[in-house]
C-alpha cells in the first residue's frame, strides 16, 4: 500500500447553521480542517496509507482535532503534542452575489509555535512514497518555513516524492515574503498545484486574456504558466485549477495537468455549491492518489477535478466521498440521480 505524508496546521472551523451570516442566532457548527489534513482524509478514503503530522495542544480540544481524522483512518501517530492553542477559522458561507468570509484566529497556535526538534522527518518519512505541504504551512511563520525546508530535503534525500499546493493567502504573508519562501522550497518539489491566481502572487506567472471573476479562461494562457513553472523551477509535473466563478453559489470548475510533454484539460463541471472550502484540497488528494496509482496524465486530471467536483457538494472541509464514486462522475455520470 503507497504512503502518504502530509504536514500543516489543522484548525477548528466554526461556522453559523446553513447560510446564515455571523451570529444571526445563537449557533455554530464546530468542525476540524485544514489544507494539509483535508488532503489526508481524501487518501485515507481512497483507501492509501494517509499520515498527517502537526503539532496539537495535549488538551481536550487538541484530542479532538486528532480524533477528527482517527474516524477516517488517518494515521496520526505522528503528531507532536504540546503548545496551548488550537488555531480557529470562523466561515460564513456565501450564496449567490453574497461571497463568502474567513476570518482566522490562528496567531501562537501550536503549529505556528513548533521548534525543528519537533519533528524527525527520517524517521518520519520511513516507509512513505509521498509527502504533500501547502504554501499555507510556511506562511505560518516562525521556524515553519525552516521545518517545511528540513522536510523537503529529508524527503528528497530519501526517494520520497513531493507535492506542494501553492495556496497563497495574502493574510499570512506579503507576495514578497512567498516568493522568497517558496523559491527556495520548490527547488525540491516534483509536483505543483496552482490555482488561476497563486502563480501570479506568489511567483509574478499571469495567464494573459483571463478574467477569472468573469468567467473569461484563456487555456493557451494556462499552458504558458505551467511550462514556466515547470521551467523554472524542473518540476516533473503542474496542475492547475481552473474556477470560473459565476457567483458564490455556481461556479464551472475543471483543471489542466502538465507532464513536460503533454498539456491535459479535464472536461468541466458546472457546480451548484453546498461548501468550497477544501476544493482546492480535494483536488490535490485525487492528483496524488490517481499518479500513485499509475494513472495517465489525461486520467489523472480527469480524477482530481471530479474528487474536487463532488467536495462542492459536501459539508465541512473534509471530503467523504470515495473511488468508486470518483470514477462515475470522471467517466461521464453526472446525473446525480438516486442509486437504488
Request: proline share 1%; hydrophobic share 40%.
Amino acid at each position: 500500500m503507497k504512503r502518504v505524508v502530509t504536514f500543516g496546521e489543522l484548525m477548528l472551523r466554526l461556522a453559523p447553521n446553513g447560510y446564515y451570516r455571523f451570529f444571526q442566532n445563537d449557533q455554530m457548527q464546530a468542525t476540524f480542517g485544514g489544507g494539509e489534513a483535508n488532503v489526508a482524509v481524501s487518501l485515507a478514503n481512497y483507501g492509501l496509507d494517509s499520515v498527517y503530522v502537526t503539532k496539537l495542544p495535549a488538551h481536550a480540544i487538541g484530542q479532538a482535532a486528532v480524533n477528527s481524522l482517527r474516524y477516517f483512518g488517518v494515521d496520526t501517530s505522528k503528531v507532536v503534542r504540546g503548545g496551548d492553542r488550537v488555531g480557529i477559522y470562523y466561515l460564513e458561507k456565501g450564496a449567490s452575489q453574497r461571497g463568502s468570509v474567513c476570518i482566522y484566529d490562528r496567531a501562537h497556535s501550536a503549529i505556528a509555535e513548533a521548534s525543528l526538534s519537533d519533528f524527525n522527518w527520517k524517521e518520519i518519512f520511513e516507509g512513505a512514497d509521498w509527502f504533500h505541504f501547502t504554501g499555507i504551512t510556511p506562511a505560518l511563520g516562525g521556524n515553519l518555513p525552516q521545518i517545511c525546508l528540513e522536510a523537503c530535503k529529508q524527503a528528497k534525500a530519501m526517494g520520497v516524492k513531493v507535492s506542494c499546493d501553492l495556496n497563497y493567502r495574502g493574510k499570512l504573508w506579503s507576495r514578497d515574503k512567498a516568493r522568497e519562501v517558496m523559491s527556495e522550497l520548490c527547488k525540491y518539489v516534483d509536483v505543483c498545484i496552482s490555482n488561476e491566481e497563486d502563480a501570479k502572487d506568489v511567483f509574478g506567472i499571469e495567464a494573459e486574456n483571463t478574467d477569472i471573476y468573469g468567467g473569461k479562461l484563456n487555456h493557451e494562457g494556462y499552458k504558458s504558466v505551467a511550462k514556466q513553472l515547470a521551467d523554472k523551477f524542473g518540476f516533473e509535473k503542474v496542475a492547475i485549477t481552473l474556477r470560473s466563478s459565476i457567483s458564490a453559489s455556481d461556479n464551472d470548475w475543471a483543471g489542466m495537468l502538465y507532464d513536460g510533454e503533454n498539456y491535459c484539460f479535464s472536461k468541466s463541471y458546472h457546480l451548484h455549491i453546498v461548501d468550497r472550502v477544501g476544493g482546492g484540497d480535494s483536488f490535490g488528494g485525487g492528483l496524488i492518489y490517481a499518479l500513485l496509482k499509475g494513472k495517465s496524465t489525461q486520467g489523472a486530471i480527469e480524477f482530481a477535478v471530479a474528487a474536487s467536483a463532488l467536495k462542492h457538494s459536501v459539508e465541512g472541509d473534509y471530503n467523504r466521498v470515495g473511488v468508486a464514486e470518483v470514477e462515475k462522475l470522471a467517466g461521464g455520470d453526472g446525473s446525480g440521480r438516486v442509486q437504488r
